[in-house]
């Protein structure tokens, strides 16, 4: 790497829900289209060099609109997937808090259980080593990965120093940043934006007005 690289960490947009489905990949919903297509348009300007997205197909998805705009292609990198507990449901955080879902108590009991410890780090590294072997491919400008919660939440905690937030997961669509400089260092820039998607709710609730 021969210049500071900003690395921009998006969320996927919001998915479907699935259940009952061994290791379930599911794909966008309406609004996580268009949580994509807002993405795209906060990315138009922006000197991106390099789209990188896990293989899963909600990371896919949100990745399309914004390399269809800038004409690049998406390097899709399995290191980048979110953490797997091999559940056979995927269910949205904010459906699980409104619905009390029993499931998401035990999902907080396994974060906690210090015999997991080993395997977090595990994943955290993973996801750092993909992000660092990204940044460094990139040389400069911006690279756009295309991931998960908890992926974004590990490059945090490094580009904290292995400091915590205790901060609410990483909207969907949202974009947190970082850059990684010459000499390995990673800084946190931003965390959670979400500015594109309220003017991107702003604009469709005006279309609507207006079609009425």
Known sequence: MSALVEVALIRHGLPNRVEGVRRP??????????????????????????IASSGLRRARETAAPTAESLG????????????????????????????QDPRLERWRAVAADPDMADVFAAFRQRVTTAVDRLADATRADVAAVFCHGG???????????????????????????ITISARGEWRLRSLNEIHHLERFSAQRGERNELSR
């Open 72 to 99: 690049l292609t998406v390097d899709i990198d399995d290191d980048l997937a979110e953490f797997d507990m091999g559940e056979d449901y995927y269910i949205p955080i904010e459906d699980m808090i409104a619905e």
């Open 25 to 50: 990949d599911p794909g966008l919903t309406e609004d996580g289209f268009d949580q994509a297509r807002a993405v795209a348009d906060a990315f138009a300007l922006l000197p991106v060099r390099t």
């Open 151 to 177: 992926v974004i939440e590990a490059c945090i905690e490094k580009a904290l120093s292995g400091v915590r937030l205790p901060t609410a997961e990483p909207e969907y669509g949202s974009i947190t940043r």
